[in-house]
């Protein structure tokens, strides 16, 4: 059995608590139940790093995780054992991992990394306490680029030590455990970086979620594309409506995701579409005015200041031919785009 290390902090009250290599059976940490979490994890066969933050920041804690053996059914059971405690009649609204990067495809450490994430899928659909719980991963450049403190000077990104400082910064009460580590790697560290990494890609500054994903290539991706009325829409509800009002009934049989238009990294609308489609199965954004030009020549609409361009974007096989044709009936405009390499 694992032994875990770690820190409590609560930031409100400015406390702390550390400890270091207990037994997992022994760990007693109690969330508040008023509280919604997400969760960060640095998987690695030898040390892996969890970190719970509520979404108010209220608490953060930060564990690392020492393995006594590479056996991965006591990894597994480990892993998920200390997920499911804490998680038990908690709402945990995301967990993000670390993507293994496609250059280590065949090592030992890459299969059993790949290994858990597809575990972990499986784990969260049965388990009751994290069944609605939203589950991504990031490769770790896409991360460490977004938490590392770049007037700091060149070279940092590649530095755990750096990562982890930088990460104090933003983490103050963290900084009381960075030297008092066990585990040579600050995993824990990591895992907390993978989640606020993820959703510095992910949202926008004032929370809302917006298009991001690691982009699988092979995939066909189907576009709807409406052009909406919007100059009567005043409400929450008018919007709603104006956007998924024609979908009737199906609305909640498609689930459609709304996200915002990802800008960053100068990211076009191919790669939007791409990201859209590799993470959800049905995804909707409205589309900035410059997108919308090369969409009239397909389509011969004239342009009109009172609407915008919305995008219903689609991983094709994730969709039967009757459901496309549901769609097709009330979306005449729509575009495939094929695998990229």
């Not at 790093?49 to 056996?71: C, M, P, R, S």
């Not at 575990?119 to 770790?140: C, G, H, R």
């Not at 755990?160 to 900084?175: Q, R």
């Not at 915008?308 to 039967?320: C, E, N, P, Q, R």
């Amino acid at each position: 059995m694992a032994l875990v290390s770690g820190i409590i902090a609560l930031n409100t009250k400015n406390q702390y608590s550390n400890f270091k290599r207990i037994q997992i059976k022994d760990l007693k940490i109690k969330l508040p139940t008023q509280l919604q979490y997400e969760i960060g994890i640095d998987q690695s066969t030898s040390c892996t790093g969890i970190y719970i933050q509520d979404t108010k920041n209220i608490v953060n804690i930060l564990l690392e995780l020492e393995f006594a053996n590479k056996d991965k059914k006591d990894y597994f059971a480990d892993i998920f054992n200390l997920i499911s405690r804490l998680a038990k009649g908690q709402t945990v609204n995301l967990i993000v991992c670390e993507k293994p990067v496609p250059k280590d495809v065949g090592s030992y450490t890459f299969r059993v990394l790949t290994e858990l994430f597809g575990k972990l899928e499986v784990f969260l659909e049965f388990n009751p306490d994290l069944a609605k719980t939203e589950l991504q991963s990031i490769y770790p450049q896409a991360w460490k680029s977004r938490i590392i403190d770049k007037s700091k000077g060149t070279g940092r990104i590649n530095s755990k030590l750096c990562c982890a400082e930088d990460i104090c910064d933003k983490k103050p009460l963290l900084k009381n455990y960075l030297h008092n580590s066990p585990a040579k790697d600050l995993d824990g560290f990591d895992a907390c970086g993978i989640l606020i990494g993820y959703k510095k890609c992910a949202y926008t500054d004032n929370g809302t979620p917006k298009i991001y994903g690691v982009v699988e290539k092979r995939h066909i991706s189907r576009v709807y594309y409406r052009y909406v009325d919007i100059s009567n829409v005043k409400t929450q509800e008018d919007f709603t409506e104006a956007v998924f009002g024609f979908l009737g009934e199906t609305v909640s049989y498609f689930q459609p995701k709304l996200k915002v238009y990802n800008s960053d990294n100068h990211y076009n609308l191919l790669k939007n579409i791409k990201m859209a489609s590799s993470t959800y199965s049905f995804t909707v954004t409205q589309l900035p005015n410059k997108v919308i030009e090369p969409l009239r020549w397909n389509f011969e609409f004239e342009y009109d200041s009172n609407k915008v361009m919305f995008a219903y974007i689609l991983k094709k096989g994730d969709f039967k031919k009757s459901d496309l044709n549901v769609l097709d009936s009330v979306m005449p405009w729509h575009l495939e785009y094929g695998a990229i390499s």
